[in-house]
Nanobody, 115 residues
Framework: VQLVESGGGLVQPGGSLTLSCAASGFTFSSYAMNWYRQAPGKERELVAAISITGRSTNYADSVKGRFTISRANAKHTVYLQLYGLKPEDTAVYYC?????????WGQGTQVTVSS
């Protein structure tokens, strides 16, 4: 299993970014996918989740209405669109899949929100 995130960067408050996670090594269309984030000194938290078909999504209360998770099964890719970014959104964002009771993670992509 390999998960490779991209799209992070430095953005001003109120700005937007789109993160991508390219997956390989498993049947992508058969698994729900998740985005987590971890800020310095804090525990890793679930930000958004998407079902196999993409019809069902869930978000942390802190990002609801500002972030959108989506997936393209034909491209083996899951996305996270971030809008209305706040300084408290600064974190390393990780793509995740749980497969046979094992969590797999990408290397993460840094998102920094600062003026």
């Amino acid at each position: 299993v390999q998960l490779v995130e991209s799209g992070g960067g430095l953005v001003q408050p109120g700005g937007s970014l789109t993160l991508s996670c390219a997956a390989s090594g498993f049947t992508f269309s058969s698994y729900a996918m998740n985005w987590y984030r971890q800020a310095p000194g804090k525990e890793r938290e679930l930000v958004a989740a998407i079902s196999i078909t993409g019809r069902s999504t869930n978000y942390a209360d802190s990002v609801k209405g500002r972030f959108t998770i989506s997936r393209a099964n034909a491209k083996h890719t899951v996305y996270l669109q971030l809008y209305g970014l706040k300084p408290e959104d600064t974190a390393v964002y990780y793509c995740n899949v749980r497969r046979v009771f094992t969590d797999y993670w990408g290397q993460g992509t840094q998102v920094t929100v600062s003026s």
